[in-house]
């Protein structure tokens, strides 16, 4: 099946700091997307974004399909971003694959 | 308004017993799931349905048992719990177009956080 690798495994920054997340895939993918799970352990939609570039405020998101990677970048870091990021990607229908994840530690 | 629910948010149960999980979507989605986050944070899917359809069934084991009354529900019943049960399981929807590929997003619910002692 379809490998996903998620880097670093785990980041520590201060606030203000700009960080980027990396996802490696092994296989083409229709569908990818980046996910926050929150200190609550709340998993929140960031990006829909199996090819492009996306921006949501401090938050964008790039996917090279051809190259079978995404990167995730937070500007501007604030405490309420640290957990743990996920990407996800489609394995066949419906089926979404996710990597291990980075944990995300943003200190005051 | 919440667009994917869980009952109960938080479950402990001793070995051997029998429970279930509820999940809603009030989405209008056609494709609902069932994941499990194990306790070094890794996500795997168990389980999706299509219109009450059952598409996808991991290796999981057959004590488990999801069961869809309709597309809006997908409840996930559990037999004979056994300590390695102890996760959070997501449920999951999105919506499929035709031939079952999904390309939109996958929406997910709070989690239930399941604790067997």
């Known amino acids: 099946g379809i490998q996903v690798e998620q880097s670093p495994p785990d980041l520590i920054l201060q606030e203000g700091a700009n960080s980027t997340l990396r996802c490696n895939f092994s296989d083409s993918v229709n569908n990818l997307q980046w996910f926050h799970q929150n200190p609550w352990g709340q998993l929140i939609n960031l990006f829909y974004i199996p090819s492009g570039t996306k921006q949501n405020g401090r938050l964008s998101a790039t996917t090279v399909a051809t190259e079978r990677y995404s990167l995730l970048y937070i500007s501007s870091s604030q405490t309420t971003d640290s957990g743990v990021y996920f990407c996800a990607v489609e394995e066949g229908a419906q089926k979404l694959v996710f990597g291990q994840g980075t944990r995300l530690t943003i200190n005051p | 308004d919440t667009a994917v629910s869980q009952t109960p948010k938080y479950l402990v149960t001793q070995m051997g017993n029998d429970k279930s999980i509820k999940c809603e979507q009030n989405?209008?989605?056609?494709?609902m799931y069932w994941y499990k986050q194990d306790s070094k944070k890794f996500l795997k899917i168990m389980f999706s349905?299509?219109?009450?359809?059952?598409?996808i069934n991991e290796t999981v084991p057959n004590r488990f048992s999801p069961k869809s009354p309709d597309k809006a529900h997908l409840n996930l019943h559990i037999n004979s719990l056994e300590l390695g049960d102890s996760a959070v399981y997501f449920c999951?929807?999105?919506?499929?177009?035709?031939?079952?590929?999904?390309?939109?997003?996958?929406?997910f619910g709070p989690g239930t956080r399941l604790t067997v002692t």
């Open positions: 989405l209008g989605h056609d494709t």
């Open positions: 349905y299509n219109n009450k359809e059952l598409i």
């Open positions: 999951a929807s999105s919506q499929a177009l035709s031939g079952g590929r999904s390309s939109y997003e996958q929406y």
